[in-house]
């Protein structure tokens, strides 16, 4: 297991290629999960955890990592499951999402394979609005389900999405009434969550699940005659999305005469100066780590106020 993550930093020329690559665990002997390497710092056998009072459940307590104090969440019980026995046998997979560092408290720990986002699907159709899934695929004839996590931080710790009262003036306040945003992101909660953020501005939203549908949309526009950039002030992307991740939408739309010059700007858990990066490489405007209220209003109000000085 100690050497299972030894080559990560030598995988970046995956991303924006449409690939990613994915640590395969268990919760229980059956299902088999997956979680983006790139938001992996490490794997260890499960540390000695300190239960903290009045916590929630799904919390089985905190540890010290390497100086630093971290919860370690049961991602059984987050997902609604039986939490996790025999802890000293158990796995934590130490990450980082929405600049946070944290454990995930797993039963075991497999491998990690070579995958193509084309080949990560949204959840089947009839699983329900109550499910922990944003995507699926396949591995050896065996489906991988893959948690929304950003559903299980939202339940576990809520964060805010109340605007600051003084973070726009009247003027960009009344430009936003008249301005729409893309928002393009496959987790239902991150939707809502951006959503509500720019509709508490005024900001008229469109939103779409994965980078493809989103391609197709905009493509939709063109061929009507229309210029995404004249419809929308800005396009809001996550980067890990089925079937087309936030780089490749990128680059595609960069690619393209008729809509290269829409601002976009990627809005994601996976943070860190490598995200930072690749922006630059495939022609993003803007790299924001999830989520912050007051942050993401921000850089929209500015992209306003930039328009409106044109």
Not at 4 to 18: E, F, I, K, M, Y
Request: glycine fraction near 4%; include cysteine; charge should be negative.
């Amino acid at each position: 297991m100690a050497g299972v993550l030894d080559s990560v930093n030598q995988r970046t020329q995956l991303v924006g290629q449409n690939r990613l690559e994915l640590l395969l665990f268990r919760l229980d002997d059956k299902q088999l999960y997956g979680i983006n390497v790139f938001k992996v710092k490490e794997v260890l056998q499960c540390p000695r955890l300190t239960v903290m009072p009045r916590s929630s459940p799904v919390v089985r307590g905190v540890a010290n990592i390497r100086g630093s104090t971290l919860s370690i969440l049961d991602l059984s019980a987050a997902t609604g499951k039986p939490v996790l026995q025999d802890l000293p046998n158990s796995f934590a997979i130490i990450v980082e999402y929405n600049t946070k560092v944290l454990g995930f408290l797993v039963r075991s720990v497999e491998r990690i394979v070579n995958m193509n986002w084309e080949d990560i699907l949204p959840p089947p159709k009839g699983v329900g609005h109550d499910h922990y899934l944003t995507a699926v695929t396949h591995v050896d004839q065996q489906m991988v389900e893959i948690i929304d996590v950003e559903k299980v931080l939202a339940e576990v710790a809520p964060v805010s999405e109340v605007l600051s009262v003084s973070i726009a003036d009247e003027a960009t306040s009344n430009k936003a009434s008249t301005s729409r945003v893309l928002i393009v992101d496959d987790s239902s909660v991150a939707r809502k969550q951006i959503m509500r953020c720019l509709q508490n501005l005024g900001i008229e939203v469109v939103a779409h699940n994965d980078g493809r549908q989103a391609l197709t949309y905009l493509r939709k526009l063109v061929a009507e005659g229309k210029k995404p950039s004249d419809e929308f002030v800005m396009m809001i992307s996550d980067i890990e999305m089925p079937e087309m991740d936030g780089y490749t939408l990128t680059t595609e739309v960069r690619q393209d005469p008729a809509m290269r010059d829409m601002h976009i700007l990627l809005h994601t858990s996976l943070s860190g100066v490598f995200n930072q990066s690749m922006v630059k490489r495939v022609g993003a405007d803007d790299f924001l780590a999830k989520f912050q209220a007051d942050d993401l209003a921000n850089r929209v109000i500015e992209r306003i106020r930039t328009t409106d000085k044109k």
